[in-house]
């Protein structure tokens, strides 16, 4: 199993990241898919999540209208488009499977948004 993020990097507040996640491994339609970050001395924390099939998602209420989560099920690639980001969007962000009790996690890609 091999879920690699790619995409992270320096960006200006009021910027855009795209952020990648490529699967391997595993029967990626069968899992949700989730985006999660860290920032420095915080807890990791949900950022956004879709269904197997993309039909439905969901997000914190911190990126809410900013951030949009989608799949590639033919592809094996989940997105992450940020938009409109912030200082407090600083973080590693991580990818995650997930299938019933299964959760298979990504090394992360960082994100920093500074001036």
């Known amino acids: 199993v091999q879920l690699v993020e790619s995409g992270g990097g320096l960006v200006q507040p009021g910027g855009s990241l795209r952020l990648s996640c490529a699967a391997s491994?595993?029967?990626?339609?069968?899992?949700?898919m989730s985006w999660y970050r860290q920032a420095p001395g915080k807890e990791r924390e949900f950022v956004a999540t879709?269904?197997?099939?993309?039909?439905?998602?969901d997000y914190a209420d911190s990126v809410k209208g900013r951030f949009t989560i989608s799949r590639d099920n033919a592809e094996n690639m989940v997105y992450l488009q940020m938009n409109r980001l912030k200082s407090e969007d600083t973080a590693v962000y991580y990818c995650?499977?997930?299938?019933?009790?299964?959760?298979?996690w990504g090394q992360g890609t960082q994100v920093t948004v500074s001036s």
């Open positions: 879709i269904t197997s099939g993309g039909g439905s998602t």
């Open positions: 995650k499977a997930r299938y019933y009790s299964l959760n298979y």
């Open positions: 491994g595993f029967t990626f339609s069968s899992y949700a």
